[in-house]
């Protein structure tokens, strides 16, 4: 027995691929969605602009105005972003996620699979970075993004290294997102960065001990075979 759409969502599918496009569009249709499929970024604004959608399914490569364009308009005031790209194109899916997109999955992508980002997405809220000021608070403390100053609620500042306050903007970029160490890299150091898993290891390990707030609780919990996720709300200072 399928679970219901949350609150009857509206999912727009962006692909000019029309088999693509009617398959996911039928599929979500069918699992309780209200769902519409658009060829190009210009068929999609139109939709937008005649109702708002909940989530957003944007290929990466389509004929006029890319994926990646695309998904630096809509994280400004538009529905969260799913990416769909093809195998392979991994700067690219890092770059849609450095613009803001919820999420991504490489193409062809199993509907079911879809299905499950897309409700996850839909359980965080969209997902969207909550740094529209220049300071947020994680739990009792406060990271400061303009300065790369950490200080807990009675003021006491925590020096953090540039590798680590990189790795801390990027969860608090992608609140509730499990992130791999791979993810972790390449949005922290770049896609050239060289991969070394234990740096990682390393600096999340120094950043929960500076994030400590004695309640025994890891403020960036690890998700066993996945990767690590920040645990707490991330809030407007």
């Given at each position: 027995?399928?679970?219901?759409?949350?609150?009857?969502?509206?999912?727009?599918?962006?692909?000019?691929?029309?088999?693509?496009?009617?398959?996911?569009?039928?599929?979500?249709?069918?699992?309780?969605?209200?769902?519409?499929?658009?060829?190009?970024?210009?068929?999609?604004?139109?939709?937008?602009?005649?109702?708002?959608?909940?989530?957003?399914?944007?290929?990466?490569?389509?004929?006029?105005?890319?994926?990646?364009?695309?998904?630096?308009?809509?994280?400004?005031?538009?529905?969260?972003?799913?990416?769909?790209?093809?195998?392979?194109?991994?700067?690219?899916?890092?770059?849609?996620?450095?613009?803001?997109?919820?999420?991504?999955?490489?193409?062809?992508?199993?509907?079911?699979?879809?299905?499950?980002?897309?409700?996850?997405?839909?359980r965080r809220g969209?997902?969207?970075?909550?740094?529209?000021?220049?300071?947020?608070?994680?739990?009792?403390?406060?990271?400061?993004?303009?300065?790369?100053?950490?200080?807990?609620?009675?003021?006491?500042?925590?020096?953090?290294?540039?590798?680590?306050?990189?790795?801390?903007?990027?969860?608090?970029?992608?609140?509730?997102?499990?992130?791999?160490?791979?993810?972790?890299?390449?949005?922290?150091?770049?896609?050239?960065?060289?991969?070394?898993?234990?740096?990682?290891?390393v600096q999340i390990?120094?950043?929960?001990?500076?994030?400590?707030?004695?309640?025994g609780r890891d403020?960036?919990?690890?998700?066993?075979?996945?990767?690590?996720?920040?645990?707490?709300?991330?809030?407007?200072?």
């Amino acid at each position: 027995m399928k679970a219901p759409a949350p609150a009857q969502a509206r999912i727009l599918v962006v692909d000019d691929d029309p088999g693509i496009r009617d398959v996911l569009t039928d599929y979500l249709i069918r699992q309780g969605f209200q769902a519409e499929g658009a060829a190009d970024a210009r068929e999609m604004d139109r939709l937008l602009a005649r109702s708002s959608a909940d989530i957003v399914v944007l290929d990466l490569m389509m004929p006029g105005e890319d994926g990646l364009s695309v998904c630096r308009r809509l994280a400004e005031d538009g529905p969260p972003v799913i990416m769909l790209s093809a195998m392979g194109e991994d700067t690219d899916r890092i770059v849609g996620l450095e613009l803001g997109a919820a999420d991504y999955l490489p193409k062809p992508c199993n509907p079911r699979e879809l299905l499950a980002r897309i409700r996850a997405v839909l359980r965080r809220g969209g997902d969207r970075p909550q740094t529209g000021g220049q300071a947020v608070w994680l739990g009792a403390f406060r990271l400061d993004l303009v300065r790369r100053e950490l200080t807990d609620n009675q003021g006491s500042m925590t020096a953090l290294s540039s590798g680590e306050f990189r790795l801390l903007q990027v969860f608090v970029e992608r609140p509730g997102r499990i992130l791999t160490r791979d993810q972790l890299l390449d949005l922290a150091h770049g896609p050239t960065a060289e991969s070394f898993d234990r740096a990682v290891d390393v600096q999340i390990s120094r950043l929960r001990k500076k994030l400590d707030d004695g309640t025994g609780r890891d403020v960036i919990e690890t998700v066993r075979g996945e990767g690590y996720r920040l645990a707490v709300q991330v809030r407007p200072a």
